[in-house]
């Protein structure tokens, strides 16, 4: 079967450091994205990874190990507007364009 | 901002009713998809298009259709809606390259009583 596991809530200091974690079983591999969700709003697009290694984007950063099944969300200097859901997805062997999601990581930020 | 649009925002049905839901997109991207949201599930997918005329069914496709006869516009048909059918709908677009990343729709909050 196909299985993308997060942590369901995580809570954090602002201006700290915080690591969101996404393992993944799929029929296959082709890159995992992540995306930033706030309460009542669209998900909007962060990262994309598709080669091993870490891909760096302003505070935020993406890792991935495809033979570890395993990606992570770096955040850090956080804020209070860094509050949201992320939701990691993979493209899985069967489709270049299709994703699965998994359930998503609601990280509260506190003062 | 990618260009998509989504109608209604918000609706109420009763069921048993038919009710459909459009999203148009600006981008003249190929591929369109249509997703709902739960609690607890995440974004799962309904019915996805890879161009006009040109549809497959997702993970959740039973009790919806979807048809696309233009590239602009992709409409999800709720045929007789149910409770079960209760949710957050979103449109999401992708285009025919590079990570084909999707773009999302500001999403339906559909209410089926």
């Known amino acids: 079967g196909q299985n993308i596991d997060q942590p369901t809530e995580m809570t954090a200091t602002e201006g700290a450091i915080v690591q969101i974690n996404c393992t993944y079983q799929t029929s296959g591999f082709n890159g995992l994205f992540w995306y930033q969700q706030h309460a009542g709003e669209a998900p909007t697009f962060l990262s994309y990874n598709v080669l091993d290694g870490l891909e760096e984007k302003g505070r935020f950063s993406s890792f991935l190990s495809r033979s570890k099944g395993y990606s992570y969300l770096l955040l850090k200097e956080l804020q209070m507007k860094d509050s949201a859901s992320y939701l ?15 359930s998503g990581t609601r990280l509260l930020v506190r003062p | 901002d990618a260009g998509i649009t989504q109608s209604p925002r918000h609706k109420v049905t009763e069921t048993g009713t038919p009710v459909t839901l459009r999203c148009h997109q600006t981008e003249n991207h190929r591929y369109m998809y249509w997703y709902r949201q739960d609690p607890g599930h995440g974004l799962r997918l309904i019915h996805y298009s890879y161009g006009v005329k040109d549809t497959d069914k997702g993970e959740v496709s039973d009790g919806y259709s979807v048809s696309r006869s233009k590239t602009e516009d ?8 149910t409770s079960s059918q209760t949710s957050v709908y979103f449109c999401a677009i992708s285009g025919s390259s590079g990570s084909y990343e999707q773009y999302f729709g500001p999403g339906t909050r559909l209410t089926v009583t």
């Open chain 1, 88 to 102: 990691c997805a993979v493209k899985n062997g069967d489709s270049s364009y299709k994703l699965i999601f998994g």
């Open chain 2, 74 to 81: 992709f409409l999800l048909t709720l045929e007789s809606a």
